[in-house]
């Protein structure tokens, strides 16, 4: 019988110090029965790909507060590109200009999650995403 | 999508994303998987397989990664080997899902092509991995990896499954574990290979190494072994590591391949191959045998054997008896 999981990978580029936020979506996320793979702080764009391409994850999601989005997130995009792994859903989670946001969105980011967000919208908008890309 | 043949081939040729995609396919039980590892068996057997178990907490992640990097740099001009690693992590028994932590430990070994990390979820499998890592690490060994390295989840006394499939077992301790009677209890003790007290620079660990030697001599009873016998006995060497600070490392690879020596001469790797191909052929058997009963059951039966156990009319071991009894038995093809 086969069993499908949705596996995300939740990552910490850059140098945030801190990472309570991608905590708080890691368990949200596996209660609604996801497998989450948590990689910890201070994680470099080449191994946040790395880790994407060898966990053959569905969705990866980035949290930055640093203010290094602009750098990091579309370097993450072009790996994942490289590696065969465009179709990933990835999505970005922190505090991120409106501006920037828009220009994320523009290059192939499909979310981006300010503070307050429900940890229910995230979950749903995964789900989705997955289950759209599973149809022939 | 790329077809079976095409599977096959690139995993055999080393892409690295189709062997992620294969694993996948194999970890969620999908004919494509299946299929796909029936063409690779003919490649596998030639990784050492390590399982590396111990209580949660006791550093199985550090000392991985630790083994990971001193088999990448070996001293004294030998080659490096490749190495995969499993890491299982314990399935939430409520929703299903998991958060899979044991990268974070991992991250000296990131940028390495001949390194290759996968994280598991044990997916309601109670012996300390999950149904699917037999599978998995037939695709690594297929892969080509020398060596494909084993972390059970955080396992206590009965998290054994580890010992059938790997060839040496290391089980990792920290100090202050538990009395003498621990060491003697049945269970995961008994299935080291190689025993590390990691968190050597913590107290207690004296008292802890005296325990567990004590427990060895109890288990392997060298005095009774004639000098010069032809099959020697293998005994758990008891190593202290620090693998935070990367201290002991290089003792315990030692041990690791001086075991797969013992193996290789006494003839003990065959037995454990021979072992370890029967009982993953009895749990598949049994798997089958399950789902055409499954199959083959008239679903009223079910309905009513339930009843008559709810009223207390029979027993749950005569219902079973006679759920089995209902059908011929057919062949399975």
């Known amino acids: 019988m086969t069993e499908r999981k949705i596996r995300v990978l939740i990552a910490k580029p850059g ?43 569905d969705a990866v999601g980035i949290s930055i507060l640093s203010g290094a989005h602009m750098v990091l997130v579309p370097r993450i995009l072009d790996l994942l590109q490289a590696n065969g792994q465009g179709n990933v859903h990835v999505f970005v989670g922190g505090i991120i200009p409106e501006g920037d946001a828009t220009k994320l969105t523009g290059a192939g980011v499909a979310a981006v999650y300010g503070p307050g967000t429900s940890t229910t919208q995230v979950v749903e908008d995964i789900s989705r995403a997955v289950l759209q890309e599973s149809q022939p | 999508m790329t077809g079976k043949a095409d599977l096959v081939e690139s995993v055999l040729g080393g892409k690295r994303l189709a062997l992620a995609r294969l694993l996948t396919l194999v970890e969620n039980n999908a004919p494509e998987g299946q299929a796909a590892l029936d063409q ?18 006791s550093g199985k992640s550090s000392l991985v990664n630790q083994l990971a990097l001193a088999l990448r740099n070996p001293v004294d001009g030998q080659p490096a080997r490749s ?120 107290p207690g660990v004296d008292s802890t190494v005296r325990a567990l030697r004590a427990m060895l001599e109890l288990g392997h009873p060298t005095h009774q072994v004639p000098a010069g016998s032809p099959t020697p006995l293998w005994i758990p060497p008891v190593l202290q590591t620090i693998a935070t600070k990367a201290e002991g490392i290089r003792a315990v690879v030692e041990a690791i391949d001086a075991h797969a020596r013992h193996l290789r001469e006494t003839g003990a790797w065959q037995l454990r191959e021979r072992s370890r191909l029967l009982a993953e052929l009895e749990v598949l058997v049994q798997a089958e045998l399950t789902a055409h009963w499954r199959e083959a059951l008239p679903p009223e039966a079910l309905a009513a054997a339930l009843v008559e156990l709810e009223t207390r009319r029979i027993s749950p071991y005569q219902a079973a008896k006679h759920l089995v009894s209902l059908q011929p038995e057919a062949p399975i093809h």
């Open chain 1, 15 to 57: 140098l945030d110090g801190h990472d309570r936020g991608a905590k708080v979506i890691a368990r949200a996320l596996r209660d609604a029965g996801m497998e989450v793979i948590y990689t910890g702080l201070r994680q470099t764009p080449e191994m946040i790909a790395e880790a994407a391409l060898q966990e053959d994850v």
């Open chain 2, 83 to 202: 190495v995969a690693i499993v890491a299982v992590d314990p399935t939430s028994p409520f929703t299903g899902g998991a958060v899979l932590g044991d990268r974070v430990r991992m991250r000296d070994l990131s940028g390495d092509p001949g390194i290759f990390i996968r994280s598991m979820a044990s997916r309601g499998a109670l012996g300390g991995l999950a149904r699917a890592t037999a599978g998995i690490v037939q695709a690594l060994d297929a892969a080509g990896f020398d060596i494909v390295l084993v972390e059970t989840v955080g396992a206590g006394q009965s998290e054994v499954d580890i010992a059938r499939l790997a060839h040496t077992t290391l089980v990792i301790e920290a100090p202050g574990m538990g009395d003498d009677i621990q060491a003697i209890k049945a269970g995961i003790l008994e299935i080291a290979d190689i025993l590390v007290i990691n968190k050597a620079d913590h």
């Open chain 2, 40 to 57: 690779l068996f003919a490649h596998t057997g030639r990784a050492h397989l390590i399982g590396v178990t111990g209580s949660p907490g």
